[in-house]
């Protein structure tokens, strides 16, 4: 019994041990399984948010996009980031040895942790004393770039260690390098190795000495402590410690090492984005970016490292703003000197002034070497450089006689008394100025000849000229009417002083640069170029006691004057005779039809200009008479590439036939400077009738009821017409957008040659004989507003379309008495053609045999308007045909009247 049990004990005790071991052991299990699936749920956790690598093409860093003109050359950028993506064979060999050596050695040896590097770095800090030599990896200093978080926990650091296992597992060690290569922020702006290379030394990758490699290198430590721009002593060591730690590796010999530490670098401090776009065509680029925008977003465009080809080209570009700033700086000087910009009353302002204008020449022109010369304190004793044909501040410090001695900086120099007594003129409201040791001027740089300096100048003297900063501005926008390609665009005097592009944003009273699209539309109602409309006073009540009568100017009537000369000489009172007979309502339907977008407000006075408009909308619109009826697709872009060179986006053109082909000039058979002869007739009936079965034309029905519609041009009418709340007949909403009309074109090709010929003779014997100068092929239309306000000149060869704006900001000041298109934008335009049409073929405005413009002089269609008008009182209008008139709670013609000075 008592060995039973005792038995029985000891089985119950096993059982008992059993049990616990076996509660022990589910326990555990249990626990393993809680901690397991909750380090698993952390690692998700942490895990969820971090950047996907699992192959390469998973690293899309934010690259700059940049900008290229017609030819390939780079214009502008755009960028949060400063990063030039670079593929590692394309960083050179010695770049990478030099950030392994300093960073981590065992690179190429180790998983992404280096145990041996933690323990050597522990020792080697121990014996300094302080934190000499860090133990990250360059695997961890990618993990570390890529959370973009500078906060240090331990949620941080597990992130680090979880990615740095990922990228070790995923990629490759050269693709791990061209990451880190790429991603780093090295200071000064730059994001990775190309961007650094730009941004200090102003070089490609390729062009690097040792010297600057291992100061870029040097920088990934800490950019912000070793940067040679703010702390020139401390970068100068960090280099000299990453070529000592080159040659340690046997990279490079110690010789070359001590040789390199002593080469004198050249560093620059980075500007920003839009500092680059001020260099080459400020307003072209930002138009590129604000229709890119629109398109994309900001993010996108900022962010892809899209290569952006577009249609600018620069030298054109450039002799448009030299052509807008000569013309507003000689039109001017008409309004008199406004007196110094500051007068500074101490030696010690002066050369304080003096010493900060010097600093900003050398900045700008990149002179400066924050490195070898911290402060720029020996830069401060030099002379100071002048670019010629440059505008600099400058201080008077002596009247010598006549003549005035003045500083540009550091650079002395004169203003002979004839390159400054226009000056006595005094502008409105300013005294007159007598000049004073310590006024602040504006000068321009002049040649030894005398002459302002040219861009070519190479020797150049210490002789300036005073110079005043218009404040009339100017706007230029130019295209090619076949292609819609633009070349050029200004939208003012400077974009430095205003971004504002009034050639794409500003709404501008055109004056009679609008009545070719008035006489246009009269010719798709039956005018003719040898219509006689009467030029006679004409009163037109607009409200009860409340008249309007237009005068041409001058106040002269001509009596009978045929379509085509009261537009060669942009007579007012004809020009609302037309609209009086064809409607406002119709006018407004054909002035949307050739793209005008701005408000219409359908009062007589819109033939004389009085609605605003976009100059590079009434631009294009020009552009459909000049192709034949196909109004011109315009665009800024070619083609978008991506890094990986695929396309985002490519310019098409619309697969339209023109039926307009303009030949180019022999001369053998043509004289260029014929087109200087005073106007001529072309073509004639018989040929016209020949030549019928060729013009290219729409559906054609027996009469205008049986006429359908151009599907095309109705849609795109439908919301403009309803938005305008146009009232149109159904002759007029054909007339407007019926299937005569080819697929593709918004006007006849018959309506349109017409017009250029018309607009030919505005050059030969009109308002714009100036552009003659030209001596090449050339029509175009001036205008002017009410008080001169703003003066215009549209023209245009077979090549090429321009047109210009001269005007205030200010809508109320004048450009002064008998100030107009044509005698102040037609020059403008003619010094900015005859640069640009060199590019060109020049070629013929060929006149097809099935266009009939025999009626010049003997009219074969007798519509009289406005003959004979007995009943013409001083309230009545008096046009002898059907009158339309105003509709809509608009304006009052008053308030809008634009009176052209033509």
């Given at each position: ?10 089985k119950?005790?096993?059982?008992k ?9 589910y ?10 699936f909750?380090?698993l ?5 942490i ?15 934010p690259v700059?996009a940049?900008v ?5 050359n780079?214009i ?6 400063a990063r ?19 960073e ?5 040896e ?9 323990l ?12 000499t ?12 770039a ?7 926990t ?13 990228i ?12 880190y290569?790429n991603?780093i922020?090295f200071?000064?702006?730059?994001y ?5 290379a ?26 912000s402590?070793?940067?040679p ?17 080159m ?14 530490k ?19 065509a ?14 994309y977003?900001t993010?996108?465009l900022y ?12 030298e ?18 008409s309004f008199?000197?406004r ?5 500074l ?9 003096l ?9 700008s022109?990149g002179e400066?070497?924050?490195?070898l ?8 004793q ?5 670019k ?14 006549k ?7 550091n ?8 390159d ?6 005094p ?5 007159r100025?007598n ?6 001027i ?15 100048a190479?020797?150049?003297?210490k002789?300036?000229s005073?110079?005043?900063s ?11 009417p ?36 008035i006489y246009?539309?009269a010719l798709?109602k039956g ?10 006073p004409?009163?037109?009540e ?16 001509y ?7 009261a537009?060669?000489?942009s007579?007012n009172?004809?020009t ?16 949307r ?9 359908k009062?007589y006075s819109?033939a ?32 978008i ?9 490519q ?13 180019e ?5 043509d ?11 072309a ?5 016209n ?16 009821e ?5 599907a095309?041009l109705?849609?795109?009418?439908s ?5 305008d709340?146009l009232l ?13 009309i080819?697929d ?27 552009a ?12 002017t ?5 703003d ?11 321009t ?11 004048s450009?002064g ?9 037609a ?5 900015y053609m005859?640069?640009?049409t ?9 006149i ?23 009943e ?27 009176q052209?000075?033509?």
């Open positions: 019994m008592t060995q039973s049990k005792a038995k029985t004990q000891k119950s005790l096993f059982s041990i059993f049990r616990f071991f076996r509660w022990c052991a326990t555990t299990l249990i626990l393993v399984a809680i901690l397991g909750t380090g749920g952390f690692y998700y956790y895990s969820r948010d971090l950047p996907n690598l699992k192959k390469i093409e998973d690293y899309r860093p700059m940049e290229f003109d017609d030819a390939g780079k502008g950028e755009f960028w949060t980031e030039i993506l670079t593929p590692i064979d394309g960083v050179p060999k010695k770049l990478i040895e030099a950030f392994v050596s300093s981590d050695d065992r690179f190429f180790h998983k992404g942790v280096d145990p041996y590097g933690i050597r770095a522990f020792i080697q800090n121990l014996k300094a004393g302080q934190v030599q860090g133990a990250s990896t360059i695997t961890q200093q990618v993990t570390k890529l959370l973009l978080s500078p906060e240090r331990y949620q941080r650091k597990i992130k680090e260690a979880i990615l740095a296992t990922q070790e597992k995923n990629l490759s060690k050269d693709q791990i390098l061209y990451i290569l991603q922020y200071g000064n702006r730059a990775g190795v190309a961007a650094a730009r941004n200090y030394f102003h070089k490609d990758l390729a062009q690097l000495n040792l010297a600057e490699i291992a100061m870029i290198a040097g920088l990934a430590k800490a950019p402590v070793f940067n721009v703010i702390n020139p002593a401390r970068a100068g060591q960090r280099m000299g410690y990453v070529l000592d730690r040659a340690d590796e046997g990279y490079i010999s110690r010789s070359e090492a001590n040789e390199a002593k080469y004198p670098l050249q560093v620059y401090l980075a500007k920003t984005d839009k500092d680059y776009n001020y260099q080459y400020p307003y072209f680029v930002e138009e590129v970016r604000r229709e890119l925008v629109k398109k977003g993010e996108k962010t892809s490292g899209w290569k952006i080809y577009t249609t600018v080209d620069l054109m570009y450039q002799a448009a703003q030299k052509a807008v700033l000569d013309g507003i700086e000689r039109f001017s000087k008199g000197y007196g110094p910009i500051v007068h009353d101490s030696e010690k302002k002066i050369e304080e002034f010493k900060n204008t010097h600093l900003e020449i050398l900045d022109l400066g070497n924050y490195y010369d911290p402060g720029l304190k020996e830069a401060s030099k002379t100071t450089p002048l010629p044909n440059q505008i600099y501040n400058a201080v008077i410090t002596k009247i010598d006689g003549d005035l001695k003045v500083r540009v900086g650079t002395e120099g004169t203003i002979a008394s004839g400054w007594t226009w000056a006595k003129n502008a409105r409201r300013a005294e100025w000049p004073s040791s310590g006024d602040v504006e000068v321009r740089l002049k040649t030894s000849s005398g002459k302002d300096a040219p861009d070519e190479v020797s150049l003297s002789t300036f005073l110079y005043q218009p404040e009339v501005q100017s706007a230029l926008f130019s295209y090619e076949f292609t819609g390609a633009v070349k050029t665009v200004i939208g003012g005097q400077s974009f430095k002083k205003s971004e504002f592009n009034r050639a794409t944003q500003a709404l501008l009273q055109p004056g009679s640069s609008i009545k070719p699209l246009a539309a798709d005018y003719t170029p040898g219509t006689i409309i009467m030029d006679s004409i009163v037109y607009e409200s009860a006691g409340k008249f309007w009568k237009p005068r041409n100017y001058g106040g002269k009537y009596g009978p004057t045929a379509f085509r000369h537009l060669v000489n007579r009172v004809v609302v005779r037309i609209l009086m007979d064809i409607g406002t309502h119709y006018a407004a339907g054909f002035m039809k050739l793209g005008l977008s701005s408000p219409i407000y009062y819109m004389l200009g009085s609605n605003e408009v976009i100059l590079a909308e009434l631009a294009r619109a020009y552009g459909a008479f000049v192709t034949g009826g196909i109004l011109p697709n315009i665009h800024y872009v070619n083609k590439l991506d890094p990986q060179g695929e396309i985002v986006e310019y098409q053109a619309p697969a339209i036939k023109y039926a307009i082909q303009y030949e000039v022999q001369p053998d058979k004289s260029i400077n014929n087109d200087n002869q005073k106007p001529r007739n073509g004639n009936a018989e040929n009738a020949e030549g019928a079965e060729s013009q290219p034309m729409g559906k054609k029905s027996e009469s205008w049986a006429m359908g519609f151009n095309t109705l849609d795109q009418s919301p403009t017409t309803q938005k709340d149109l007949t159904s002759y007029e909403k054909k007339t407007l957008y019926g299937d005569y080819p593709g074109y918004v006007i006849t090709p018959k309506t349109a040659v017409t017009m250029v010929n018309i607009l030919r003779d505005v050059v030969r014997a009109g308002t714009g004989v100036r003659q100068a030209l001596k090449k092929p050339a029509g175009g239309k001036t205008g507003t009410n008080e001169a306000t003066a215009w000149f549209i023209g245009f060869t077979p090549n090429l379309l047109g210009v704006w001269v005007g205030f900001d200010d809508e109320r000041r450009l008495h008998g100030a107009t298109g044509g005698g102040v934008a020059p403008i335009w003619l010094a005859k640069d640009a060199e590019k060109y073929v020049t070629k013929n405005f060929t097809p045999k099935w266009v009939d413009l025999s009626v010049y002089e003997a009219p074969i269609q007798q519509m009289a308007v406005g003959v004979g008008d007995a013409l009182g001083d309230a009545g209008v008096g046009t002898g045909v059907a009158t339309s008139g105003p509709s809509g709670s608009s304006p009052s013609s008053a308030e809008f009247f634009a052209d000075l033509e």
